[in-house]
T-cell receptor, first 110, second 116 residues
């Protein structure tokens, strides 16, 4: 079983739409959670950390549900520049290992 | 600005040659660095965890004699792909953890390896 499961999409949405991604993790010992954004042929860049109480950064909202072991990312008012692949990442402190989901491809259409 | 530097960004080599990739943390000391490989349209796959001053920890299925990792200083880890073959062609990315409240991974820009 994969450590992190993520719907690869693709998600094709019109500008201004709201889109949500989910990511599930299998290890209940997971401690830290993140969303990264990866543009084509580039390295992943940290989008935001995910806190237990949920957190918001402008148009982006991240949520954590420990009971169901999933994290989510909500993007409001989608912009063309939001087109990218979004990767969730989970850190298990014990081995200091990070596991990434397969990434969800988002294309925002004019 | 970048906190992790990776070099080279692109390598084309003949089959059978060895390729070394460097990963440097620029303004912090990284006792642990990570090496990933990513094939087109696939996820990052953790290859190994590089520990300063000790042997790297390899993920299952990754050949340690094929992918040599050296972490000789607190700011530098190297990955050497030995006797590269076309199937080793991939995007290799390193990362380092900056411990500041949460363990956040910062990635190098990646190295695109093409083996002819």
């Amino acid at each position: 079983r994969k450590e992190v499961e993520q719907d690869p999409g693709p998600f094709n949405v019109p500008e201004g739409a709201t889109v949500a991604f989910n990511c599930t993790y299998s290890n209940s010992a997971s401690q830290s959670f993140f969303w990264y954004r990866q543009d084509c042929r580039k390295e992943p860049k940290l989008l935001m950390s995910v806190y237990s109480s949920g957190n918001e950064d402008g148009r982006f909202t991240a949520q954590l549900n420990r009971a169901s072991q999933y994290i989510s990312l909500l993007i409001r008012d989608s912009k063309l520049s939001d087109s990218a692949t979004y990767l969730c990442a989970v850190n298990i402190f014990a081995g200091n290992q990070f596991y990434f989901g397969t990434g969800t491809s988002l294309t925002v259409i004019p | 600005g970048a906190v992790v530097s990776q070099h080279p960004s692109w390598v084309i080599c003949k089959s059978g040659t060895s390729v070394k990739i460097e990963c440097r943390s620029l303004d912090f000391q990284a006792t642990t660095m990570f090496w990933y490989r990513q094939f087109p349209k696939q996820s990052l796959m953790l290859m190994a965890t590089s520990n300063e001053g000790s042997k790297a920890t390899y993920e299952q299925g990754v050949e340690k004699d094929k992918f040599l990792i050296n972490h000789a200083s607190l700011t530098l880890s190297t990955l050497t792909v030995t006797s590269a073959h076309p199937e080793d062609s991939s995007f290799y990315i390193c990362s380092a953890t900056r411990t500041s409240g949460k363990n956040i991974q910062y990635f190098g820009a990646g190295t695109r390896l093409s083996v002819l």
